[in-house]
């Protein structure tokens, strides 16, 4: 998969802009503060509807303006695809292909995408709904039902959440709970199970991946916890009881105890958490295998390598990292955008673009 054409109109600090990529790498060369990271945020908000930096679209809009758009055409390998974000009046319309979407998991997906940023870290650093939320925005590209089945979920997590926080919540008929408990079974296990099958395929390939960026030193394992079991088929069958069990101390909390909102996965190096003995660069070993892995996984899945979009990361890198990565996406010719400051690291190959001021210059 890749970018062909980029136009970027009253977003961030882009008045109107019209980039041209190219495949393989494409280097975003500038000093700091010069739009490279507004470049990759707008593509992957043009793939998934979201941006990464901020939750309003209102931060995304160009100084004083009220409108943004944005516009890219993409190839595949059968075909061409063109989408189209248009942001008015809080109000955001999509197309494909010049066809209006009614849903965001009408085109999420369509093109893919892995981003890849030293932010990225909080998936070990952080707490389980980072790890979560990392599950969640790759499933979201694979399986676009995975987006309505969360919604569906964290609306019966509010409904049943505002329940217990309400005054009546002492006097509640418990059959009332029982009824948003069937809800939270219903959608949270087939949530748990896309979670684990995930976990499982990434598993499979990272195991592979660090073996070799640890030279076969050490051993990594991904693992999920579906409501603090490490066997799916026990969690899932232990669900409802467990509900049960907890009942009363949520009505206590005012909170809901249960379910895959609080599930986490386990990132083990040698059999320790990651999270708590891995040493910095361990750490980045690990982000960069799980992104990775990402990419092999969409390959297996869609016979295509997904776009690479990478914030900032090489200078994060050490050298036999850097040089990992950048043979892997060379080898498996991923298009790579790769933004960097011209005091970085040289790069042998890729097409070079000078960033100043929101205004781009491609190499000649
Ligand atoms: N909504 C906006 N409207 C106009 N300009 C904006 C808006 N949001 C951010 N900017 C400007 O965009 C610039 C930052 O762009 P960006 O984050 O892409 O920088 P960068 O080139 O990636 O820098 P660095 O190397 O420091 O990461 C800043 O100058 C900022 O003032």
Same mark, same amino acid.
């Not at 503060?33 to 992957?44: A, D, M, R, V």
């Not at 995304?60 to 075909?79: I, K, N, R, T, Y």
């Not at 965001?104 to 998936?123: K, Y």
């Given at each position: ?14 008045? $109107? ?23 990759? !945020? ?10 990464? =930096? ?29 989408? +189209?974000?248009?942001?008015? $009046? ?44 990392? #599950? *969640? ?5 694979? =399986? ?23 005054? /009546? ?19 949270? &296990?087939?949530?748990? =199970? ?8 990434? &598993? ?29 088929? @026990? ?5 409802? &009881? ?5 009942? +009363? &101390? ?11 909102? =609080? ?5 083990? #190096?040698? *059999?320790?958490? /990651? ?18 892995? @990402?990419? !092999? ?6 016979? @295509? ?12 890198? *050490? ?17 790579? #955008?790769?933004?960097?400051?011209? /005091? +970085?690291?040289?790069? @042998? ?6 960033? !100043? ?8």
């Amino acid at each position: 998969m890749m970018i062909n054409n980029l136009r970027l109109q009253n977003f961030r600090n882009y008045q $109107d802009v019209t980039i041209k990529f190219m495949p393989g790498i494409n280097i975003l060369m500038g000093d700091n503060g010069q739009g490279k990271t507004n470049i990759i !945020e707008g593509i992957y908000y043009l793939l998934t509807g979201k941006s990464y =930096r901020v939750q309003r679209e209102q931060e995304l809009l160009h100084w004083d303006q009220s409108e943004f758009h944005l516009f890219g055409d993409f190839l595949m390998a059968h075909h061409k695809v063109s989408l +189209e974000s248009h942001y008015k $009046d809080k109000r955001k319309i999509v197309k494909v292909n010049q066809v209006p979407c009614q849903r965001l998991s009408d085109f999420v997906g369509t093109i893919n995408v892995i981003f890849f940023s030293p932010d990225d870290l909080v998936m070990i650093k952080g707490g389980p709904s980072e790890r979560r939320r990392f #599950l *969640d925005l790759h499933i979201a590209q694979m =399986r676009p039902g995975h987006v309505s089945l969360l919604n569906s979920y964290n609306k019966v997590l509010q409904q049943k959440s505002a329940l217990l926080k309400s005054f /009546a919540a002492k006097s509640l008929k418990y059959s009332q709970l029982q009824l948003w408990n069937e809800q939270i079974i219903k959608y949270g &296990q087939n949530i748990i =199970r896309n979670r684990v099958e995930l976990t499982k395929r990434l &598993q499979s390939v990272a195991d592979n991946i660090y073996g070799n960026l640890s030279s076969q030193k050490e051993k990594l394992k991904v693992t999920y916890m579906a409501l603090g079991n490490k066997n799916i088929d @026990e969690a899932i069958s232990k669900f409802p &009881q467990l509900l049960d069990d907890k009942l +009363e &101390q949520e009505i206590d909390r005012q909170m809901v105890l249960v379910g895959p909102h =609080r599930d986490d996965v386990q990132i083990l #190096l040698n *059999d320790k958490p /990651a999270r708590l003995y891995a040493s910095q660069g361990q750490q980045r070993s690990i982000v960069l295998c799980l992104k990775l892995a @990402e990419l !092999e996984l969409i390959r297996q899945e869609k016979e @295509e390598y997904p776009i690479l979009l990478l914030d900032d990361v090489l200078s994060e890198l *050490d050298r036999f990292r850097r040089d990992y990565l950048m043979n892997f996406i060379e080898s498996s010719r991923i298009q790579t #955008l790769i933004t960097m400051t011209s /005091a +970085e690291i040289h790069l @042998e190959s890729g097409t070079l673009y000078f960033v !100043e001021k929101g205004h781009i210059r491609r190499e000649q």
